[in-house]
């Protein structure tokens, strides 16, 4: 029953964001104390659908410490937290004492040696159904349903988690993302963002908005693009920055990282499922160039007929419906076709569109904004061969009604 799990969805965004807003503005210690309680009250009543998830064991976590902290008791008033009105902001003397952007080491750029080379940005992209573009520009169409770790090195942690877009088919986009920022110097502290399907936030799962009460902290923020659709990260202090996006249903996944960072791991023994760096295992791949050769070869010989469709597309119409957003038919346009075929969800479109406008911000090499099959590395049929037969089988279906329908 593939659709339990979306009925029982994880709301712990939903208790940290009233929490937040109920606490935006300072006020008496006993009104933090008495909107704590309610968070907690709130964060205890999801723990059925939320157990195993980090955004719910980070604010139990959190909970305790703010209790100690501000010497709260669990017993006392609670009240439901509403938002309220923040005061107009005032602008502190300039030497009050108050986190900034200031020390050096918390500039990647300026902490280097001064007369070493400057830094060579890499680009991970993660989106679609979902289709990958490592940091070594590898372009690979993959399965891994579930979770799974993008990145994992000594500064931050990222992992997506995957649903099925259609009951029975092996066809996935995310629905889950959690990135963990470790704590850094005199930089930030230990922060976590969440986001998952409807639940884009503009915040940590702590409320706040930048790296804490350290001196760099303001060298890690969010900024809210568009509410709702679009989240910047902005990681100074390592020098990356990370666009998150919902587009339909589904979360997208953009990076620009020094080429330094991404090889900081910890242990190189487990790194091999790090997929921003390594690419997807080898039996979770999909040769989408097999599929399209398929398509191709239909649309070719004249078999397709109006109203013949996979999933509400016909090659023709999700091949015309592409190119309306990406007139380049590189290695973006055919996973966009793809994901019409595999899924018929037209935002799938738009999702490849906007893995290509992160590219073109993200990537410092112009030259290699567009992919293409002669400039990345596919897995091989021999390898994918059963991934392969079930995208395959998509178009086998349409040729087989056409046959159908010739010999009536």
């Known amino acids: 029953m593939p659709f339990v799990a ?7 965004l939903k208790c940290n964001s009233e929490f937040w807003a109920s606490t935006s503005s300072s006020g008496p210690e006993e009104e933090f104390c008495t909107a704590l309680r309610a968070y907690n009250n709130c964060v205890r009543r ?31 008033p609670t009240t ?3 938002a309220r009105t923040p005061p107009p902001p005032v602008q502190p003397p300039p030497d009050i004492n108050v986190p900034s952007d200031r020390p050096e080491v918390c500039h990647y750029e300026r902490s280097l040696p001064r007369n070493a080379a400057p830094p060579n940005f890499t680009h991970c992209g993660f989106f679609g159904d979902p289709h990958l573009r490592t940091f070594n520009d590898d372009f690979q169409t993959c399965k891994v349903e579930g979770a799974w770790p993008l990145i994992h090195n000594k500064y931050l942690s990222v992992q997506v988690t995957n649903t099925p877009v259609v009951p029975g088919s092996s066809a996935t986009a995310t629905s889950k993302l959690t990135i963990i920022f470790k704590d850094f110097q005199e930089c930030v502290d230990q922060k976590m963002y969440h986001a998952e399907t409807d639940e884009l936030p503009a915040a940590f799962a702590d409320g706040s908005k930048n790296g804490g009460d350290r ?27 990370f666009v998150v996006r919902q587009v339909g249903r589904y979360l997208t996944f953009a990076v620009r990282m020094p080429e330094e960072v991404v090889h900081s791991v910890e242990d190189q023994d487990n790194q091999d499922l790090y997929l921003c760096l390594h690419g997807c295992p080898a039996n979770q791949r999909i040769d989408f160039r097999t599929f399209r050769a398929h398509a191709a070869e239909s649309h070719g010989l004249g078999r397709g007929r109006p109203g013949t469709s996979t999933h509400g597309f ?21 996973s966009c076709v793809f994901d019409l075929l595999s899924s018929g969800d037209i935002n799938f479109t738009l999702a490849a569109y906007y893995a290509f406008e992160d590219v073109k911000m993200l990537h410092s090499n112009k030259d290699k904004y567009h992919l293409f099959e002669g400039d990345t590395i596919f897995s091989s049929a021999s390898e994918n061969w059963g991934f392969s037969f079930l995208i395959i089988s998509l178009v086998v279906v349409q040729l087989w009604t056409d046959m159908c329908f010739i010999c009536l």
């Not at 410490?65 to 010497?71: G, W």
């Not at 001196?215 to 920055?241: D, F, M, S, W």
């Not at 015309?320 to 055919?334: I, M, N, T, W």
């Open 314 to 334: 016909t090659y023709q119409s999700a091949m015309a419906k592409c190119k309306e957003r990406l007139p380049v038919e590189d290695l973006y346009f055919q």
């Open 6 to 12: 979306a009925t029982l969805q994880c709301k712990i």
């Open 215 to 241: 001196h760099g902290a303001n060298t890690l923020r969010i900024v809210e693009k568009v509410p709702g659709q679009h989240v910047e990260i902005q990681a100074r202090y390592i020098g990356t920055t």
């Open 80 to 82: 439901q937290p509403r």
């Open 46 to 76: 999801t723990a059925r659908t939320c157990r195993g998830d980090l955004a719910y064991h980070s604010a139990q976590h959190g909970i305790e410490d703010l209790m100690i902290q501000h010497n709260c008791s669990k017993e006392g």
